[in-house]
Structure formats: C-alpha cells, structure tokens
T-cell receptor, first 117, second 115 residues
Framework: AQKVTQAQTEISVVEKEDVTLDCVYE???????LFWYKQPPSGELVFLIR??????QNEISGRYSWNFQKSTSSFNFTITASQVVDSAVYFC??????????????FGAGTRLTVKP | ETGVTQSPTHLIKTRGQQVTLRCSSQ?????VSWYQQALGQGPQFIFQ???????GRGNFPPRFSGLQFPNYSSELNVNALELDDSALYLC??????????????FGPGTRLTVL
C-alpha cells in the first residue's frame, strides 16, 4: 500500500533562513509520481512540482529545490532564503501506476511552515 | 487561480441531512477528483470521475456518491451526514494523458460543518 510520511508537523524559521521539508514515501510500484503542493491560509492547494519515479534528477526553481532519492524513498523540498509569503502548509503526495488519472493520490499529513519577519 | 470553482464556499448542515457540493473543472480537463480534508490533516481521496464514469474510489462508504456531467463539471453527494463529515471538501481537475499522472488543479474547497 502507498503511504506518505511528513514527520515534521510544524517548522518555524526567521526570514532569509533556508528550510528543508522532509517527505518519505512507501510504494510497491516501480512506476509512481511524487508531488508537492502548497496550501496557503486561503485553503486552495497550489501545485509546485511533479516527479516520476524514473527521473531522479534534482530540480531547482527559483528559491525552491527538490531532492529525490529512491535509495531512501525520500523527496525533500528546500526553500532557500525563506520569505514571509512562504508561510503555508506544504503537502507531499504520491500517485502509483503508469497510466494517468492520479487515481487514489495519497497525501502526507502536511508540514506547517511559519516564516517570521 | 486555477480555474476550478466550487460552490458553495461554506455550508452548515445537521446530522442526518443530505448535502450536494458542486465543482466546475478547468477548461479542457476531463477528470475530476474529490478529496476530504479534515482539520489538521492531509486531503484524503474520495473518488475520481473520468468522462462521466467513476474511475477509482478511496475508503469512503457508499453514502458518498458523485456525478460527472457532459461538460465535465461534477457533484459530490453525501447522505445521512455524520459529525465526522465536517471537513474541507476539495475538488481537483486534470487532463488525463496516458503518459502519466498529471498535476491536479484544485479548487478553493467547500467547508462543510455538520452539527
């Protein structure tokens, strides 16, 4: 069965600090997709990234970077030089299977990030 | 904004009542998924509709049912409401493509309170 664990319930940093959000997943499939979403106080989930199981390249997008390591089943998310606007709940999610549809996407419990000025 | 809309924004019902939540998917998307997000938890998959047919279901009882219409908008119906049904209900749309799981675009959600 698929499972996503975000061990950090809450993280608080001061603006400009770097912060890493951890995500560990479990799956029996060899083909799967990993996602990160941001949920600001407004409640709407905002897509950040999708990574498939065959692509272990790390990715950088501005201040955001993701480290995917199949050996440790982890897909960690780092925010460099954090800003107050980064304050939100961040969810890691897993979708199994090679066909589309995101059938039964599993989310972690989320990490609440607070960035203080 | 994602282009996915949900109505109503908030809803208060009493135990035993029935509720219908609505979702309009983003233009060009043929797949709609519904999630329940209890306070302080991650979203849980309820079910998904692809071209008007149910295409997978999570661990939710039959009193949770849905529909998808020809224009790909969708409804979530919950019968015999229970207190534990109080949650944020999120709708997500995507364009299903054979090459893999696409990102889902989420609506703002409907906050349901059951008293």
């Amino acid at each position: 069965a698929q499972k996503v664990t975000q061990a950090q319930t809450e993280i608080s940093v001061v603006e400009k600090e770097d912060v890493t959000l951890d995500c560990v997943y479990e799956t029996r499939d060899t083909t799967y997709y990993l996602f990160w979403y941001k949920q600001p106080p407004s409640g709407e989930l905002v897509f950040l990234i999708r990574r498939n199981s065959f692509d272990e390249q790390n990715e950088i997008s501005g201040r955001y970077s993701w480290n995917f390591q199949k050996s440790t089943s982890s897909f960690n998310f780092t925010i460099t030089a954090s800003q107050v606007v980064d304050s939100a709940v961040y969810f890691c999610a897993l979708s199994e299977g090679q066909l589309g549809n995101n059938n039964d996407m599993r989310f972690g419990a989320g990490t609440r990030l607070t960035v203080k000025p | 904004e994602t282009g996915v809309t949900q109505s109503p924004t908030h809803l208060i019902k009493t135990r035993g009542q029935q509720v219908t939540l609505r979702c309009s998917s983003q233009s060009g998307h043929n797949t709609v998924s519904w999630y329940q997000q209890a306070l302080g938890q991650g979203p849980q998959f309820i079910f998904q509709y692809y071209r008007e047919e149910e295409n997978g279901r999570g661990n939710f009882p039959p009193r949770f049912s849905g529909l998808q219409f020809p224009n790909y908008s969708s409804e979530l119906n919950v019968n015999a409401l229970e207190l534990d049904d109080s949650a944020l209900y999120l709708c997500a749309s995507s364009q299903s493509r054979a090459r893999g799981a696409d990102e889902q675009f989420f609506g703002p959600g409907t906050r349901l309170t059951v008293l």
